[in-house]
């Protein structure tokens, strides 16, 4: 059984940073392609950051500068790390898995394609407050 479970969401005060944490299990980690996603409030779901073809990681650019993403094969996890918080980082964050094989689809970068995408976490809620 595929498994994607996200942990280390919660209220956090603008300005600061937060870890969050996914652990996989159920598919081969290390050939797959993770990513971070998040929906925001009355937003549909978007990507925040992930690794493309070659292992370099994309970044969003409403969280450029301010997040990256780390993946250890050994323990089957990704973080996502995002410190200089706002109050538009509230959102549920999403842990995601794309297999090979994969159709790219993302203008200048080789990420795969949204739907391509298709394990995902439950989600865990970050919330930013002043």
């Known amino acids: 059984e595929v498994q994607l479970v996200e942990s280390g969401g919660g209220s956090v005060q603008a300005g600061g940073s937060l870890t969050l944490s996914c652990t996989a299990s159920g598919f081969t980690f290390d050939d797959s392609y993770m990513a971070w996603y998040r929906q925001r409030p009355g937003n549909g779901c978007e990507l925040v950051l992930g690794?493309?073809?070659?292992?370099?990681?994309y970044t969003g650019d409403s969280v450029k500068g301010r997040a990256t993403i780390s993946q250890d094969n050994a323990k089957n996890t990704v973080l996502l790390q995002m410190n200089r918080l706002k109050r538009e980082d509230t959102a549920m964050y999403y842990c995601?898995?794309?297999?090979?094989?994969?159709?790219?689809?993302?203008?200048?970068?080789?990420?795969?394609?949204?739907?391509?995408?298709?394990?995902w976490g439950q989600g865990t809620q970050v919330t930013v407050s002043l």
């Open positions: 995601a898995a794309a297999e090979p094989p994969i159709t790219w689809g993302r203008v200048g970068w080789m990420i795969p394609r949204d739907d391509e995408y298709k394990y």
């Open positions: 690794f493309d073809s070659a292992g370099t990681l």
